[in-house]
């Protein structure tokens, strides 16, 4: 792979990245999960979950706080071992009835939200600590290597204390790739940066990753993160595995409700499907597949109102705006209709409030489930 320009952390003052290309490439791990079963006192923790990293695949674990996310990764990591089930490297079990490999011998690289770094070390003996029986000078040799990659050589000699938060991520990952893991394991890696500054970390993560060629499981809370970062997605809830898929097949066939609800923002209807369809006041849309009667909840992206200047479409008053720069959001009121609706546009458009649009309605950014049960 060729190396390219490095880019700048500007927004924390940070030094620059190192050049792409250059981080150490590992021999990558097929990561599998059969069954596992995990509690905590009576909570059940991670319920008969199977899911298997393929090598160098990256895969984000994703789901609301408490839903089994990270007790997976303390699972891989050998940190908790397994009530049930087994977990396997390259098809060895490494935890489960017949076998517990302990942590230091897994050859997996870990990285937590709080960094983890080791205050009384320096940030050069910091990332050189995961290396074991090696020369001394291959050590050095290593560690100035992957901080160089992260652009971090300046402070070999400094403390972490010194660093920025955006600095101490970029060390923790350099200690993290120096052993060359053949699998990563990331614990809400970037959720301690501000928002700017972790895309800039978050997208030259995702290029060191791709250069080491580790496979990486990475949990998270933040849909957008899952999407930026993940050859599939694994969504979870209350310890079950609902879901796994691309980010393009999560966003635009969820499996159920609240998972739409969490990759999106809907305008949600109540309805009632008749012979495989339901009308609404703005537009039929087809049922559920097999449900052909019965309510149903009709979910609308705001931006599947798209504004038009055809008498046939659908009035509405605007009843307020927001400017977002590369959209503008507007709340609109239809006829025949009581509850408002938002809408997402343009940003080169701004209608003022009281503003008479038409809209028609995308049938790609229309979902239907069956209605909840109360």
Excluded at 47 to 60: F, K, M, R, T, W
Excluded at 100 to 121: C, K, S
Excluded at 297 to 317: D, L
Aim: charged share 20%; aromatic share 8%; net charge negative.
């Amino acid at each position: 792979m060729g190396s390219f320009d490095a880019t700048t952390d500007n927004v924390s003052g940070g030094s620059l990245w190192g050049p792409r290309g250059t981080a150490a490439a590992t021999f990558a791990a097929r990561l599998s999960f059969e069954n596992v079963t995990h509690r905590y006192g009576s909570v059940e923790a991670a319920v008969d979950v199977s899911l298997e990293l393929a090598p160098g695949e990256i895969v984000c674990l994703l789901g609301p706080s408490g839903c089994g996310k990270t007790t997976l990764l303390r699972l891989a990591a050998g940190v908790e071992r397994p009530k049930g089930g087994r977990i396997l490297l390259n098809a060895k079990e490494i935890a489960g009835p017949n076998a517990f490999v302990p942590p230091e011998r897994r050859n997996v690289g870990l990285m937590f939200q709080d960094f983890a770094l080791f205050p009384h070390l320096t940030i050069m003996d910091n990332v050189a600590f995961g290396l074991r029986n090696l020369e001394r000078s291959l050590v050095v040799s290593e560690a100035k290597a992957a901080l160089r990659r992260v652009g971090m050589s300046e402070y070999e000699n400094s403390y972490p204390h010194v660093l920025s938060g955006g600095e101490q991520q970029r060390v923790a990952l350099a200690r993290a790739i120096v052993p060359r893991p053949a699998v990563m394991l990331m614990d809400e890696p970037f959720s301690g940066l501000d928002q700017r500054l972790r895309e800039v970390v978050r997208e030259e993560t995702l290029a060191v990753l791709r250069e080491t060629r580790a496979s990486c499981l990475l949990v998270t809370h933040d849909p957008v993160e899952a999407m930026w970062m993940a050859d599939r997605i694994a969504v979870m809830r209350k310890g079950y595995l609902v879901q796994t898929g691309t980010p393009t097949e999560l966003y635009r066939t969820p499996g159920d409700i609240e998972t739409a609800r969490f990759f999106s923002e809907f305008n949600e209807l109540q309805g009632h499907a008749r012979a495989g369809s339901v009308a609404t006041p703005f537009g039929t849309f087809k049922a559920p597949a097999g449900d052909q009667d019965g309510d149903v909840v009709v979910m609308i992206r705001p931006q599947g109102f798209v504004p038009t200047s055809a008498q046939s479409g659908i009035k509405g008053t605007v009843l307020d705006q927001r400017y977002l720069g590369d959209a503008s959001v507007l709340t609109i009121g239809f006829e025949g209709y009581d509850i408002p609706i938002k809408a997402r546009i343009s940003g080169t458009e701004l209608p003022e409030r009281g503003t008479i649009m038409r809209f028609t309605v995308d049938p790609e950014q229309v979902l239907v489930f069956p209605a909840i049960p109360s």
